[in-house]
């Protein structure tokens, strides 16, 4: 038997991390963490990044290891990750994460996208400051159609992106998607962590308590600054930017946070059960979940 890739998922909130310390404690193996969000180091709280008693317990990869404005992708992510893979002579591996962007390019690849020159990218940061994401999605239009016809014309980044490849190369964005599944030198195992909905969603609201306990509105004061970074359009930091900026008080904030968790709760469900090679658990079926690892690896 070859290399193979335990690929945790779940919705956030449904119990990833402590599960994963657990696999990782019995397989004696570390964690590749795959949350985009938990890469940036100044923002642990409201990452639920794992915490100094989680991480002595278990190594893991890829937690803190950026500045909230560095540049990272799912494309670089992919190649990070398959280089550590090949390095590794331990036939299992655990990857686990809710960024599904960055678990569908470790399992199945992921286009070969240019990457953004320096100057291109400030020129198009600066124009959607100076212009307003409306016209550059009209631009989009223009310049692309097909490619905005599927795009998410609320997200600035994957607007600007798109119009960032097409300024670069001349080319539309659509051209270098082509959507292949690339081969792996290893196989991979994915298992789904889910709980009944009223159970998750009370477990968010809980969460999300305990964050502003721990501190997260004295976090989101330290990167106020820094507020225009993609690292921070997260749920979290956005509802508690508006409080500090005397738009909503704390308590329609923190209620504001514990609705648009649920909300993204349902989108990855959604994106997730398209999947059918997830073999999905409640995640206190430790047993059941080592079971059905040891059985198909």
């Known amino acids: 038997m070859g290399k193979t890739l335990i690929v945790i998922v779940g919705p956030t909130g449904v119990g990833k991390?402590?599960?994963?310390?657990?696999?990782?404690?019995?397989?004696?193996?570390?964690?590749?963490?795959?949350?985009?969000?938990q890469l940036f180091a100044d923002i642990p709280i409201g990452t639920a990044q794992p915490t100094h008693e989680q991480v002595s317990r278990v190594k893991h990869y890829f937690v803190g290891t950026l500045a909230l404005d560095d540049y990272y992708s799912a494309s670089m992510f992919e190649q990070d990750v398959l280089q550590l893979l090949a390095a590794s002579s331990r036939p299992l591996e655990l990857m686990a994460g809710g960024s599904m962007m960055y678990i569908d390019a470790v399992c199945n690849g992921i286009d070969d996208i240019p990457t953004v020159d320096d100057a291109t990218r400030a020129?198009?940061?600066?124009?959607?400051?100076?212009?307003?994401?409306?016209?550059?999605?009209?631009?989009?239009?223009?310049?692309d159609p097909e490619h905005w016809a599927i795009v998410d014309k609320?997200?600035?980044?994957?607007?600007?992106h798109a119009l960032e490849i097409c300024h670069m190369t001349g080319k539309t964005y659509t051209s270098f998607r082509r959507n292949e599944k690339k081969q792996r030198p290893f196989s991979i195992l994915k298992i789904g962590l889910v709980r009944p909905r009223e159970e998750l969603y009370e477990r968010i609201n809980q969460r999300v308590d305990q964050m502003m306990a721990d501190g997260l509105l004295e976090e989101v004061r330290r990167v106020y600054?820094?507020?225009?970074?993609?690292?921070?359009?997260?749920?979290?930091?956005k509802e508690l930017f508006n409080f500090l900026d005397g738009t909503w008080s704390l308590e329609e904030a923190i209620e504001r946070i514990k609705g648009n968790t649920r909300r993204y709760c349902r989108k990855q469900l959604t994106w997730l059960k398209r999947d059918p090679a997830i073999q999905w658990f409640h995640p206190d079926n430790f047993e059941e979940i080592i079971k059905y690892i040891e059985s198909h690896t």
């Open 123 to 143: 020129l198009m940061k600066q124009r959607l400051s100076n212009e307003g994401l409306p016209a550059l999605v009209e631009e989009l239009r223009q310049l």
């Open 17 to 37: 991390t402590e599960l994963c310390i657990r696999l990782a404690e019995y397989f004696h193996i570390p964690i590749i963490n795959a949350d985009s969000r």
């Open 225 to 237: 600054s820094k507020r225009h970074l993609n690292a921070l359009n997260t749920v979290g930091y």
């Open 154 to 160: 609320q997200n600035p980044r994957r607007v600007v």
